[in-house]
């Protein structure tokens, strides 16, 4: 199961899997819900500070998030889902610092094998121990007074997928994060028998199901045998409805990871409009605008990516966004550009990526090395060989400078 990229897609989107709001008294179907101890929790639309964070949270701002959902949970110390909202943004903030938020790596399986950006930080790996632990021991409490609290339920499976999501992405501990990702499965499995209506339960249930569905029929035996099913077409369905959620997180947590999967099913029609939806609702998040073009290129709409892009890169030169890192565009733009035999455009668009990508030796390996490539095309065959060059110096153990060795002694020839 592991071995699949979209085993943690929750977490390498743009969005917060882990930390969704619970559905208000009355559930999404309707029903009441069983009791929860009397307790409220936290969630963006009861709380100032919650829904200010999340909206700073979408827009790649997590200091502020951070420092909106510290003072929520200040306000609610015994509420197990405001610690959750600042253990997300807490861990979601380390991923991008490393380089995990880029939804390219996951349309493959090379996050698999991607180094991060930069080291771990060790005082947010035990700020993320303590949240954990802290929000797990809020939640076992409520269970032990009321085993049956969907809230509670719901809570512990949020937790268990952000400590899935941490150790998988961030450690690449994959068998650990299984573990957590599995326990996480069966509590919101839990609340859904409890309560059917409870439909922000379905993004982790969705998920769980949709990546099990995509397994080999071998691994899926053995998912079987440990009480895991899955059926592919069953998790986009569920992941289908959580975007309607009244709960704005849960509908956007839903449609990042619809819209992950979706591309893999090359359903690209859809993907582009959950996408689509994503960007407006989100102005200032550039991955959600870089994905959008992204997608607008694999389903075949070069000119349309080409603008796309170029529209990404200058709302980076205007701080049209909170964050951005050029280098992830910019290489989009390369790939566009190529597609298209605009290969002048498509070296210079792979130049600024390799420019930008200091801090991500891979990615400035293959921006160089496909701006090599393109130079040889343009039959600008001393340009490539100093890409080349430069390619195998960066590191020449990597596929990148084994490509790159081929080329010196014979030129690339095939667009």
Not at 179 to 199: F, I, K, M, S
Not at 346 to 374: H, I, R, V
């Amino acid at each position: 199961m592991v071995a699949d990229p979209v085993s943690f897609a929750p977490a390498v989107a743009v969005g917060n899997q882990g930390a969704r709001t619970p559905p208000s008294a009355k559930s999404a179907s309707g029903g009441d819900q069983r009791p929860s101890n009397g307790w409220v929790p936290t969630r963006a639309d009861n709380d100032a500070d919650t829904r200010q964070g999340f909206e700073h949270f979408y827009s790649l701002d997590y200091d502020k998030a951070i420092r909106d959902f510290e003072a929520a949970q200040k306000a609610h110390p015994n509420d197990p889902f405001a610690v959750n909202h600042l253990l997300a943004a807490v861990i979601f903030k380390e991923l991008y610092r490393i380089g995990a938020m880029d939804t390219e790596a996951y349309a493959t399986d090379n996050f698999l094998t991607k180094k991060p950006q930069a080291p771990l930080d060790p005082a947010v790996r035990e700020r993320v121990r303590q949240l954990t632990a802290q929000a797990l021991g809020l939640e076992q409490a409520l269970l032990q007074k009321t085993p049956d609290d969907v809230n509670a339920l719901y809570a512990r499976g949020a937790t268990r997928a952000l400590e899935s999501t941490y150790i998988g992405l961030a450690n690449h501990a994959w068998f650990s994060a299984l573990r957590n990702a599995v326990a996480a499965r069966h509590d919101n499995e839990r609340v859904l028998q409890l309560d059917p209506g409870y439909v922000d339960a379905k993004v982790v249930v969705g998920t769980d199901l949709y990546i099990i569905g995509s397994l080999s029929w071998p691994v899926r035996v053995a998912a079987s045998v440990a009480g895991l099913s899955g059926n592919k077409q069953k998790g986009l369905d569920y992941l289908r409805q959580a975007t309607g959620s009244k709960h704005v997180e849960v509908a956007t947590d839903a449609k990042v990871v619809l819209a992950l999967f979706l591309r893999r099913e090359q359903k690209y029609a859809e993907a582009l409009q959950v996408v689509n939806e994503l960007q407006h609702a989100n102005p200032r998040n550039f991955l959600m605008a870089t994905e959008y073009a992204h997608l607008l290129n694999a389903a075949g709409h070069g000119p349309e990516a080409i603008a796309a892009y170029r529209k990404v890169l200058a709302g980076c030169g205007k701080d049209a966004y909170n964050q951005c890192r050029i280098q992830i565009p910019a290489f989009g733009l390369g790939e566009a550009l190529r597609g298209q035999k605009d290969y002048a455009g498509a070296a210079e668009a792979y130049e600024l990526a390799a420019a930008n990508s200091t801090k991500d030796a891979d990615l400035q390996q293959k921006a160089m090395l496909a701006a090599g490539e393109m130079y040889d095309l343009l039959q600008k065959r001393d340009t490539a060989l100093e890409k080349y060059k430069a390619v195998i110096a960066e590191n020449s153990a990597s596929n990148s400078a084994e490509l790159a060795r081929r080329y010196m002694k014979t030129a690339y020839t095939n667009p």
